[in-house]
């Protein structure tokens, strides 16, 4: 299982599935990644928090933990 946590950056991925439960779920799919979204990870923070993403043309900070939530292909 590959998460969005351990995707290099410059790479672009496909969400294959959000886990998670109930608010955080939920806002992550405000933001526009649902299933079969494109998500370009444009960069990572020097300690790894926060990963910085392109989705559905804008940018996106995500932390650590919320990233590891989105696993992608």
């Known amino acids: 299982m590959t998460t969005l946590k351990g995707t290099a950056c410059g790479k672009t991925v496909r969400v294959k599935k959000i886990s998670g439960?109930?608010?955080v779920r939920r806002r992550m799919m405000d933001?526009?990644?649902t299933k079969g979204t494109e998500i370009f990870v444009r960069k990572t923070?020097?300690?790894g928090d926060p990963v910085e993403v392109s989705v559905r043309?804008?940018?996106l900070s995500l932390r650590r933990e919320d990233a590891e939530?989105?696993?992608v292909e």
């Open 57 to 59: 043309g804008y940018e």
């Open 21 to 23: 439960e109930g608010p």
């Open 31 to 33: 933001m526009g990644i």
């Open 45 to 47: 923070a020097p300690l």
């Open 69 to 71: 939530m989105i696993e």
